[in-house]
């Protein structure tokens, strides 16, 4: 028996790892196959049955799990996103919410068929957003201006308010001797917040000062946070129900804005375990679906679905955002984009458990309700923002725009190219005179340090898709791939290599565990800035029917070094770990011409040029 369970156990982790590896492969929600795996290997095959897995453990498993995800999501909200934007959230989260309940309620009612004990508990289950959904979303568009922290932080703080709404809901409809539901209403929503608000920062700054005094070693730091958010999430639940999630979220945004301790170190332990529980999460919860009650109402779900999507939302956009500096465009993605979350889910999924343990005769209505709305939420921001976010301007179609760190004589020569084919670049450097430089050749250039996380959040990288780290200082340029490959992903954050290194490429170990290096190891950032004082440069080659890529090696031979191709698409392949593809017709190789081949270069130059003339 232990040994059935231990395989079903890895079974789901299996499981809920592939299924976002293969979102991230086809580009779509990592949600929305995570469900889809769910639901076919739970009700359609049998295979994972999560009450025999987890047994009472589950409900504990989902709370705890649900509070290390929002946990994640707090550490990811600083002040300055929305600082002249902060009554927009505000709205949202409070006018916000009372509306898109109300509404909720009607249309559950209306719509959907419920009765009103069930659709008031429907309406505020619903009315959360889903940071898991928008976070990715949001790290695949970059939109242009504030819509994107709006939506996060909106996102993130309305999952516990959701929750506790929820809660409240179901006491006052479900519960027993409640005589003023007012007084019970305002009374819990006052003790929520104060326990969860009192237990958040008192845990804040706990592990602040902790850290400060050095009282936690280094490789404990990570596991000492988990063990504290799981410690105040039990907490809070035991004094106020729901207020677990609210202590949660105010520690993670507690943590974030304050300037006393780094914990970056333990953002990144906090984003690879939110990985791993949210294919867990989902794959356990979509399991418990059963196809009968999925598709029972199905026409009346889908009916308050597209009500809840496209008229709820619309409604609390314009109310929430009336005489806002927000542009249309902005407004308008503002009300596209809200799909549901894991806080939906489970507490969909809780709460049917506590309906069916009274003998509720709609018990069964509320799972299935909530998941369409999650499932179409999903698909409708997975599959349409990105086209809906270019089409109002917010987002640009592909982002292959470089990010240089660095503003040196060789990353100014290689920018002016790819500035000529219309490429965004920004140009990041600490050294004035580098910038000064740069400005003077009309390059984009900024003086800052990247590895400020207040720099880092403030850049506009609008159509910025990758990291060039190109500085004289390899630490530096490790330490940037490592900070920006949260941002770009792994693959495309690139560092020139340090001395010493023999091969850029996986014979030799010439691979870097944070990102990839750039051209040759030869190109060093000091045998970069030679080659350009000797009098080495930048070359950009356009392809035609006659000159192919056969003529420029012939012309060029071993004295031009490939960096940049201009594909198919205007789409930029950089040099690094694999060789570039040979150039087609049309295609623009952006190539290091060695000094030494200069003379040779103008006379094979002059050469072809008369043969075509010819």
């Known amino acids: 028996m232990t040994e059935v369970l231990l395989e ?32 076919v290997a739970g009700p359609v095959m049998g295979v994972i049955r999560p009450e025999r897995i987890l047994g009472n453990l589950l409900l504990p498993f989902v709370s705890s799990a649900v509070a290390i995800v929002l946990f994640e999501g707090g550490l990811s909200l600083k002040y300055d996103e929305v600082r002249q934007h902060g009554w927009v959230v505000a709205s949202l989260v409070s006018v916000g919410v009372l509306t898109s309940w109300l509404l909720g309620v009607w249309g559950a009612h209306y719509l959907a068929g419920m009765g009103w004990p069930i659709a008031v508990l429907t309406g505020a289950i619903l009315v959360v957003t889903g940071p898991t959904v928008i976070g990715p979303l949001l790290q695949l568009l970059r939109p242009k201006g504030p819509v994107g922290a709006i939506l996060k932080w909106e996102s993130i703080i309305i999952d516990p308010i959701g929750a506790a709404l929820a809660l409240l809901a179901f006491e006052v409809v479900f519960g027993v001797d409640i005589h003023r539901p007012e007084l019970f209403v305002l009374k819990s929503t006052l003790i929520t917040i104060f326990y969860g608000g009192c237990i958040g920062i008192g845990a804040a700054l706990l592990l602040v000062v902790a850290l400060q005094r050095y009282w936690i070693p280094d490789q404990l730091q990570s596991p000492f946070t988990l063990a504290l958010v799981l410690t105040i999430n039990a907490l809070a639940e035991h004094l106020q129900p729901e207020s677990g999630l609210l202590a949660v979220v ?38 418990r679906l059963r196809p009968g009650e999925m598709f029972s109402h199905f026409a009346q779900d889908m009916l308050y679905t597209l009500f809840v999507l496209f008229v709820i939302r619309p409604i609390v956009v314009l109310l929430c955002t009336f005489r806002s500096p927000l542009r249309w465009a902005e407004r308008l993605f503002l009300m596209w984009t809200a799909p549901r979350g894991i806080v939906a889910a489970s507490v969909s999924s809780v709460f049917a458990l506590k309906l069916a343990s009274v003998g509720h005769f709609e018990a069964e209505r509320l799972v299935p309700t909530v998941f369409w709305v999650i499932l179409c939420s999903v698909a409708l921001a997975g599959f349409t923002s990105r086209p809906v976010a270019i089409r109002l301007g917010i987002a640009q179609k592909e982002a292959q725009g470089i990010l240089f760190l660095g503003a040196g004589l060789a990353v100014r020569e290689m920018a002016k190219a790819l500035k000529a084919e219309g490429l965004p670049l920004l140009l990041v450097d600490t050294n004035p005179a580098n910038v000064l430089s740069a400005r003077m050749e009309d390059l984009p250039a900024l003086r800052a340090n990247v590895l400020s996380g207040m720099v880092r959040e403030t850049l506009e990288l609008d159509g910025i898709g990758r990291l060039l780290a190109c500085t004289p200082n390899h630490e530096v340029n490790t330490l940037a791939v490592l900070r920006f490959r949260g941002i770009f992903g792994r693959a495309e954050v690139y560092l020139l290599p340090p001395e010493g290194l023999t091969k850029v490429g996986h014979e030799e170990g010439g691979v870097h565990p ?27 080659t356009t392809f035609t029917a006659q000159f192919t890529y056969s003529d420029y090696l012939q012309h060029y031979g071993e004295n031009a070094i490939p960096l940049f191709l201009i594909g198919d698409n205007r789409r930029v392949l950089i040099s690094a770990e694999n060789p570039l593809p040979p150039p087609k017709e049309g295609n623009v190789l952006i190539s290091l011409i060695r000094p030494e081949a200069d003379g040779v270069q103008a006379h094979q130059e002059a050469t072809a040029a008369s043969h075509r003339a010819v």
Do not use: C, D
Request: no cysteine; hydrophobic share 60%; net charge positive.
């Open 8 to 39: 079903k156990l890895a079974l789901i982790i299996l499981l809920g790892t592939l299924a976002q590896w293969a979102a991230w492969k086809l580009r779509l929600p990592s949600i929305l196959l995570l469900l889809l795996t769910g639901i």
């Open 250 to 287: 105010i520690l993670g945004i507690a943590l974030a804005n304050q300037q006393a301790v780094n914990v970056e170190h333990i953002v990144e332990f906090k984003e690879t375990l939110r990985t791993l529980l949210l294919g867990m999460l989902f794959i356990v919860l979509a399991a």
């Open 514 to 540: 944070y990102g990839r290096y750039l051209f040759r190891a030869e190109l060093t950032s000091a045998q970069l800035e030679e080659l350009f004082m000797r009098g080495a440069t930048i070359k950009r």
